[in-house]
C-alpha cells in the first residue's frame, strides 16, 4: 500500500478521537462498530486528502475570487457561483497514489456496491451544523464510478446552501475538512431513524422511531410519512403506533452494469417500486424488530452518555445502524419550558399535521413548488411546500414558520427547524381526502401555524409574549465569561446570563488612549494616560458589580506599540513580533511604563474588589517571579488579598505548569489562540496554513487536559479565552468534563455556551 494509507483508515479502526482527521460521521461510525454494533463496513479517506485535492489543482485562491462578496449574493446568484467551483473540482485528478490506496480498501470490501457519503469535521457533534449540508451518493460501483463521487462529496462543500451557511456563521471556507465514508450499501425491507428522546418536547423517558418500507431516504428527505412508534424507556414498551398507508417504496437500482452510475446520474441510483395494496397498509416494524431497536438505541445512548438521533436499515430481520449523532437542539437547550396558550376560540383550522417544531409562528404564507421560486420568500413569511431539501435551509432561517405536505418528526424540515427554532409543522397531506397544505392555502393568505400541535390557522392569530425568565434558573457549576475590550459594550453585556470578564484587553483601551506610553512620560503626561485608563477598567468593574473581571496587562506587539502617538521614536523593527519583545518581559525592561499601568490598576482596586490580574506572556518560572516581586512593591500581591493569574500560552507554560503555579498565582487562563500557533508552529494569518490551526489538534488537548489537572490539584482557578470554545462546542464538552472553572467566550455565544455546558453538567 502507498506512502497516503495513513489517510485511509477502515472505519472499524476510528473512534471520538478521529473526528479531526476524520468527521464527525466516519467517527461515530468506528464508536458504534468498536462498541459491538452492526455496522455495515467501510472505509473513510482524511481531511488531508481533500485539502492536498485542492491544494495540487491550485484552485483554492481560485475558489476565494468566486466567493468575494458571497455574503451579498442572493440564491439564485449563490448558486451560480456553487456550480462554477463545483465544476472546477470535477475538472481536477485525484493523485494517483490516493486512487491506488482507495483501490485497496475497496478490492478489500468485495467491490461491492457502496454509499459514498461526506463526513465533515464539524459534523455529527453536539452543536452540529445543519442535516443534509454536504450530499450522499448512492448505490456507487465500479472504482471510476467511485472516484467520481468521491469528488462530488468533496464538491458538496460548496454547494449554495453550505456556502450560505458559513457566511452567516461568519466561517472561513476552508476552515474545516471533508472526509469520505465508503460503507457497503444495504438494500433494506424498512429503513428509518430513532430518537433516544421525543423529539419535539425532549421528553428524555420516550424513545421514537420513524420508519418506511425501501431506503432511508424516504424518511430523512419527507419523501413519504412514515410510520410512528413511541416507546418508554423504561418498560420498553409501545406508548402510540400510527401506521400511515405507502404506495410505494425506494429502492436501489440493481440493473446497473459494472460501470456504475455516476454522481451527476443521481435519478437511475434509486428506482421507485410500488406497493401492493395489501402491502402498503402493512406495519412497517413488528414487535420484535421495535424490541431489538430499543435495545440498540439504548446501548448507544449509554455509550454516548447523551441523546441520539440514529438511522437504521432492516434486512431479512437483521438490524443495522447505519449513523449516530447527538440530537442537537437537546445540546442547545432549545426546549421551551416556557410556553404560552395561543387563543383559538375563534380561529378556524385550514389544515392539521404533525407538530415538528414546537412554538407559534403567523404570516402571509408562501407556497414554494420549484427551487427556483425561493427568492419569493421574504423574512416573516410563512413557508409552505411539498418537502424541504437542505437547499431550503437559507430561507428556513428567515421564516416564521414552516409546513409541509410530506414527512415525519424526522425528516428534514422537523429536524432543521427544531436547530433554528422555526415552528413546523410536516405531513398535513390526507391520503383519504387527498387535501394537503399546498391545496388548502393560497400564496399570499395570511396562516398562523403550531408548531406543537400541528394545527394551521386561518389569519394572524395574536401570539403573547412569553413571560421573562430568571436568569438565575440557568446557573452552572462551570462558570460563563466573557471576552470584552470596548468599554461602551460593558453596560449591555452585563445584562446577560453571563458570571463575569474572563478577558478584559488592555489594548483596546490603550489604542483608544492613542499614545504611547514612553510619549506620555516624555511629554509629563504620565498622569493623565494612567488616569485614562483607569477610567477605562472602571467601567467594566462597575458594570460587572460583584462578578469578576479578569484585566489582562498590556500585550501590545511591537509593531502594535509603534502605531500609537510617538510609538515609532521607541519600537524597534522585528522581523517576528508574535515571538518578540512582549508581555512580561517589558514588565521586567520598562518599569516606568509597567508602573504607569500599575497606578490605573492600584486607583481601580481602591473602589472595586472585583478585578482579578493576569500577567501574559510569561517564557519562564523566573520571569513570572520578577513579575510578581515588582506588584509587591506595590502592595499587589495573593498574600494581601489580590488574585493575581497567568495566561497560559506558551508550551512552556504547558511543561512547566506546576513550577509556574509554585510561584504563587492564584489562577491561569490558556489562551488557546497563541497556544495553538506556538505548539503547532503555525502562522494563523497565513492562510495557506489555516487548516493546519485547529485547537482541537492531540497536542493542543493534551495541553489542555495538562494545565487543568494540575490547576484542580493545586486548588487554584482554571479558566480558557481563546476563541476555541466560541467555535468548537465538542471541545467545551471536554473542558467540562476535565473540570475546567470557567470558559471565557464571545457575547454573541453566551446563551449556546450557557446551555450546552447546563447540558453536559447533568450528563456528569
Not at 388 to 415: E, L, N, Q
Not at 445 to 473: A, F, L, R
Not at 538 to 559: G, H, M, Q, W
Request: net charge negative; with cysteine; charged share 20%.
Amino acid at each position: 500500500m502507498s506512502s497516503n494509507n495513513l489517510f485511509v483508515n477502515k472505519l472499524s479502526n476510528l473512534n471520538s478521537n478521529s473526528t479531526s482527521e476524520f468527521g464527525g460521521k466516519a467517527a461515530n461510525l468506528g464508536e458504534l462498530i468498536q462498541s459491538g454494533i452492526n455496522v455495515p463496513p467501510g472505509f473513510a479517506l482524511s481531511t488531508n486528502i481533500y485539502f492536498d485535492f485542492i491544494n495540487n489543482a491550485n484552485m483554492k485562491d481560485t475558489i476565494l475570487n468566486f466567493l468575494e462578496n458571497s455574503d451579498q449574493m442572493g440564491i439564485s446568484e449563490l448558486q451560480k457561483t456553487s456550480i462554477k467551483i463545483k465544476n472546477l473540482i470535477d475538472k481536477a485528478d485525484i493523485d494517483i497514489t490516493v486512487i491506488q490506496d482507495i483501490s485497496t480498501f475497496y478490492k478489500e470490501l468485495g467491490s461491492p456496491r457502496v454509499a459514498v457519503r461526506s463526513s465533515a469535521t464539524s459534523e455529527d457533534s453536539m452543536e452540529a451544523s445543519f442535516a443534509g449540508q454536504q450530499n450522499t451518493y448512492l448505490n456507487i460501483i465500479g472504482l471510476s464510478s467511485l472516484l467520481e463521487a468521491v469528488k462530488s462529496c468533496w464538491a458538496s462543500v460548496f454547494e449554495a446552501r453550505a456556502i450560505f451557511y458559513r457566511n452567516s456563521q461568519n466561517l472561513p471556507h476552508f476552515d474545516s475538512g471533508m472526509s469520505v465514508v465508503i460503507q457497503t450499501m444495504v438494500q433494506p425491507d424498512v429503513s428509518g431513524v430513532m430518537f433516544t428522546l421525543e423529539p419535539t418536547t425532549l421528553d428524555a423517558e420516550k424513545i421514537v422511531i420513524e420508519a418506511a418500507f425501501g431506503l432511508g431516504e424516504a424518511v430523512v428527505s419527507g419523501i413519504v410519512t412514515p410510520d410512528y412508534y413511541v416507546i418508554d424507556k423504561s418498560t420498553q414498551t409501545v406508548l402510540r403506533q400510527k401506521n400511515v398507508q405507502q404506495v410505494y417504496k425506494i429502492a436501489l437500482n440493481e440493473e446497473t452494469n459494472n460501470e456504475g452510475i455516476f454522481p451527476t446520474d443521481i435519478e437511475n441510483q434509486n428506482i421507485n417500486i410500488p406497493l401492493t395494496p395489501e402491502e402498503s397498509i402493512r406495519p412497517k416494524l413488528n414487535i420484535n424488530d421495535l424490541k431489538k431497536l430499543t435495545e440498540q438505541g439504548l446501548l448507544i445512548e449509554e455509550h454516548y452518555d447523551y441523546p441520539q438521533d440514529i438511522e437504521f436499515a432492516v434486512k431479512d430481520g437483521i438490524i443495522y445502524l447505519l449513523q449516530s449523532r447527538p440530537v442537537t437542539n437537546y445540546s442547545r437547550g432549545v426546549l421551551d419550558t416556557n410556553q404560552v396558550n395561543l387563543d383559538i376560540s375563534n380561529a378556524t383550522m385550514i389544515i392539521k399535521g404533525s407538530g415538528a417544531s414546537p412554538g407559534f409562528g403567523s404570516g402571509n404564507a408562501i407556497i414554494i413548488k420549484d427551487l427556483n421560486d425561493l427568492d419569493k420568500v421574504k423574512e416573516g413569511d410563512v413557508l409552505i411546500t411539498e418537502m424541504t431539501t437542505p437547499d431550503f435551509v437559507p430561507i428556513m432561517r428567515m421564516v416564521s414558520g414552516i409546513i409541509t405536505d410530506k414527512g415525519g418528526r424526522t425528516c428534514h424540515a422537523a429536524i432543521v427547524s427544531r436547530e433554528l427554532g422555526v415552528p413546523c409543522v410536516v405531513g398535513t397531506y390526507d391520503p383519504k381526502s387527498g387535501k394537503s397544505a399546498t391545496t388548502e392555502i393560497i400564496s399570499n393568505d395570511e396562516v398562523t401555524i403550531d408548531g406543537t400541535s400541528g394545527h394551521v390557522y386561518e389569519g394572524i392569530i395574536k401570539i403573547p409574549e412569553k413571560p421573562v425568565v430568571e436568569e438565575s434558573q440557568f446557573s452552572t457549576n462551570t462558570k460563563v465569561y466573557v471576552n470584552l475590550a470596548d468599554p461602551i459594550s460593558a453596560p449591555k453585556i452585563s445584562q446577560r446570563n453571563v458570571d463575569g470578564i474572563g478577558l478584559l484587553r488592555a489594548e483596546f483601551i490603550i489604542a483608544n488612549i492613542g499614545e504611547h506610553p514612553k510619549h506620555a512620560i516624555k511629554n509629563n503626561t504620565s498622569d493623565e494616560w494612567s488616569k485614562q485608563l483607569s477610567d477605562n477598567i472602571s467601567i467594566f468593574c462597575e458594570s460587572f458589580a460583584n462578578r469578576p473581571v479578569v484585566y489582562r496587562l498590556t500585550d501590545f506587539k511591537t509593531n502594535e506599540y509603534k502605531n500609537l502617538r510617538g510609538g515609532e521614536q521607541f519600537e524597534d523593527v522585528e522581523s517576528n513580533p508574535m515571538m518578540g519583545y512582549r508581555g512580561a518581559i517589558r514588565y521586567i525592561n520598562d518599569p516606568e511604563v509597567f508602573e504607569m499601568e500599575i497606578n490605573a490598576i492600584k486607583d481601580v482596586l481602591k473602589k472595586y474588589d472585583n478585578l482579578i490580574i493576569m500577567v501574559p506572556f510569561v517564557r519562564t518560572p523566573h520571569e513570572l517571579r520578577q513579575v510578581l516581586n515588582i506588584l509587591e512593591r506595590y502592595e499587589i500581591s495573593a498574600t494581601k488579598g489580590h488574585k493575581i493569574w497567568m495566561m497560559v500560552e506558551i508550551p512552556s507554560n504547558v511543561i512547566l505548569i506546576n513550577q509556574f503555579i509554585n510561584e504563587g498565582i492564584t489562577g491561569v487562563s490558556i489562551g488557546s489562540n497563541d497556544l495553538t500557533e506556538l505548539t503547532l508552529g503555525v502562522d494563523r494569518d497565513n492562510e495557506r496554513l489555516e487548516s493546519s490551526f485547529d485547537e482541537r489538534d492531540p497536542s493542543i488537548l493534551w495541553a489542555l487536559e495538562r494545565v487543568i489537572t494540575a490547576a484542580n490539584k493545586q486548588g487554584i482557578t482554571s479558566s480558557i479565552c481563546g476563541q476555541a470554545p466560541s467555535f468548537f462546542p465538542d471541545l467545551t464538552e471536554k473542558l467540562v468534563k476535565w473540570g475546567i472553572t470557567s470558559v471565557s467566550v464571545s457575547p454573541d455565544s453566551i446563551d449556546s455556551t450557557r446551555n450546552l455546558v447546563y447540558r453536559i453538567e447533568k450528563t456528569l
